[in-house]
């Protein structure tokens, strides 16, 4: 790859240029300062002071965030107002002051650097989340102890578009700045689960995280064109690059015409097959976009992101609510609601978890419900209770084991009995269905069809532990994959299995969003796509032009293929004759909604 190229993780789709504004979003420099014991109660003081000035920005910021972007995201800080706030923390600097007469920000950057050490090289992804909340609200402590300008404020007014580079992106920048005079953002830390980037998804500002190497690249006034779906980064684009991203916005453009033209006609190939497309909602604001742009019920919910930022878990009731209020947006449809998938890189402040050195392959998901039945209880009673009037089913993530189905099984039966005898309106039972994301669960796919109600394949995962690939990891982006042999012949036996059960089998992985290898799984017979909603248009559009025999052809050839790149070619070579390959190849720059070019 061109060194002009860096390479991150997309994590919010578009094509976003400009000249980059550098943000040294960073610890600043504290002189070692001293002070005599005449000064004690002063810095005390200015301590205290300096916590009420970081406390009252912190909620300004939340007050912000609820306007722009909803309640929800809004409790991101939260957890760093009860941080900053912290007794316990703030009485030991105080105490650091009093008896080491050190400074307030001696003092405090003193605790901060202990609180990280005991905190960090654990590999914990929860221990990382609180890290960058400490990180933000140290920071801020320190500059108002220094007496320096607050970056963010600043930033709420940049001259022009800009694209933002940091090393760590806070949500609190993410939200703030002026949609108008912003590009894109850029950052060396985060993934596509780190809440910058789950903001700046819902708000549809082009990101590319994961960019390790951002800040020695790039200065402020560098050009950027960053693609937030293929996580590139081009520096200084000469005007042969602008000219092809030029042309790939006028492409998109006509191309979104087109897609707009199909929009009320049903998902079908040219050769009659019927194809169902779902939505998968991770945020509320996202059902809205999944109605209009047409979903048939959504086959995905996240509902662990109902913990995002959050101190305390979502009580019964407000689950049911969330539930019910998906359901009803679809009265016609299945909304499949996944149990908590927490654990790997998904364990919020909410939720205390052990240190583990491989939390992939750890206490994760319907391992950490089943082992926390006052979690998993008020979840299937809340699901329960929205199932009443509406078309609600449960998934469970993760399953590796016949059990693990058997065990909720029962717990379901006991809650429906105990909210039955309440008197208290639920379903009496539920579809219950199961996550394929394990090669586990793939192999013993035809016990698992035995005990359960339908199939939905998670590819992301299945894609990471079949080939034993972080998905995470950006260094390994290249070899993570579902377009590998191996994990399409998984896919195959795990359709194969269910229709010797007669079971559903969907998809809600990435892989089903993607053009390509959505033409793979439409050829290996899977006939239900659940995608995120922003790609739910473009894949009906898609679907519309490929004839099924197109498909079927390249999902036979690709489950005899040496490797990944021979299976890229036969998808292609089966894809071209149909639609231009330009539009569909995630790899390329495609720039979606918010181009500036
Ligand atoms: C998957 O693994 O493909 C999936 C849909 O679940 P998640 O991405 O939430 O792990
Ligand atoms: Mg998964």
């Known amino acids: 790859m061109s060194e002009r190229v860096l390479r991150g993780i997309g994590v919010s789709p578009g094509l976003a240029y400009g000249p980059a504004m550098v943000v040294d979003w ?18 005390i003081l200015r301590l205290r002071s300096a916590v009420e000035q970081v406390v009252r920005h912190l909620e300004t910021l939340r007050q912000r965030v609820r306007e722009r972007a909803g309640a929800e995201e809004s409790n991101i800080f939260e957890a760093q107002i009860l941080m900053a706030r912290d007794p316990e923390f703030i009485g030991a600097c105080e105490h650091l002051i ?25 590999g914990n992804m929860r221990l990382r989340e609180r890290l960058a909340d400490l990180s933000a609200v140290q920071i801020r402590m320190l500059r108002v102890l220094l007496g320096e300008q607050d970056d963010e404020l600043e930033l709420s007014q940049p001259d022009g578009p800009v694209v933002i580079v ?3 992106l806070s949500p609190g920048l993410t939200v703030q700045l002026d949609r108008d005079r912003l590009a894109g953002l850029v950052s060396e830390e985060g993934t596509r689960t780190s809440h910058a980037a789950i903001l700046a998804h819902s708000l549809g500002i082009p990101a590319v995280m994961g960019v390790s190497d951002a800040l020695s690249h790039v200065r402020t006034g560098t050009v950027l064109l960053i693609d937030g779906s293929s996580g590139n980064v081009l520096l200084d684009p000469d005007p ?11 492409r998109r453009r006509k191309l979104e015409l087109e897609v707009e033209s199909v929009a009320d006609l049903p998902s079908e190939t040219p050769d009659g097959r019927r194809v169902q497309l779902m939505a998968n909602v991770d945020l509320p604001e996202e059902i809205d976009l999944a109605v ?9 919910v996240r509902t662990e992101f109902m913990l995002t930022g959050r101190t305390m878990l979502p009580s019964e009731d407000d689950q049911a609510d969330y539930f019910r209020r998906v359901a009803t947006a679809f009265p016609r449809y299945p909304v499949t609601i996944r149990t908590y998938d927490l654990g790997g890189d998904k364990f919020p402040v909410a939720f205390e978890a052990p240190v583990e050195a491989n939390p992939f392959l750890g206490w994760r998901s319907i391992r950490v419900c089943l082992d926390h039945p006052e979690v998993f209880r008020p979840q299937l009673r809340a699901l329960l209770r929205g199932a009443v009037h509406q078309n609600l089913r449960a998934m469970l993530p993760l399953v590796t084991r016949v059990d693990e189905i058997r065990r909720t099984r029962a717990i379901l039966e006991e809650e429906a009995q105990l909210l039955a005898r309440a008197g208290i309106p639920a379903a009496a039972t539920i579809p219950l269905g199961i996550m394929m994301e ?5 192999v013993i796919a035809d016990r698992l069809a035995q005990e359960c109600d339908f199939f939905s394949v998670g590819t992301n995962d299945l894609t990471q ?7 995470g990891n950006a ?11 191996a994990v399409v012949r998984l896919l195959k036996q795990v359709m194969d299995a269910a229709r010797a059960h007669g079971i559903e089998c969907g998809v809600c992985g990435e892989m089903a969003s993607e053009p390509l290898t959505a033409v793979l799984l439409i050829g290996l017979d899977y006939t239900s796509l659940s995608i995120a909603p922003p790609s739910l248009r473009l894949l009906k559009w898609l679907i519309r032009q490929i004839p099924y025999s197109a498909c079927r052809a390249a999902a036979h050839e690709a489950l005899d293929a040496d490797g990944p790149a021979e299976v890229d070619a036969i998808l292609k070579h089966h894809v071209s004759p149909h639609v231009d390959l330009r539009l569909v190849d995630p790899h390329g720059p495609l720039p979606a909604r918010g181009a500036r070019t």
């Not at 532990?465 to 998905?471: I, N, Q, S």
């Open 475 to 485: 260094r390994l982006a290249s070899r993570f994959t579902p377009q590998d042999p």
């Open 465 to 471: 532990y079949t080939l034993a690939v972080d998905r």
């Open 98 to 122: 009093r008896k080491n007469l050190l400074s307030a920000e001696t003092a405090y950057e003193f605790k901060a650097l202990e609180v990280r050490v005991a905190w960090s090289g654990t």
């Open 438 to 442: 394990t090669p586990a669960a793939a």
């Open 26 to 43: 960073r610890f600043p420099d504290v002189p070692d300062r001293g002070i005599g014991p005449d000064q004690v109660d002063a810095e």
């Open 166 to 168: 940091a090393h760590e």
């Open 292 to 300: 209009r742009s047409g979903a048939e019920g959504v086959g995905l």
């Open 240 to 250: 042969a690059d602008l000219r092809e991203a030029s042309t790939q916005v006028s």
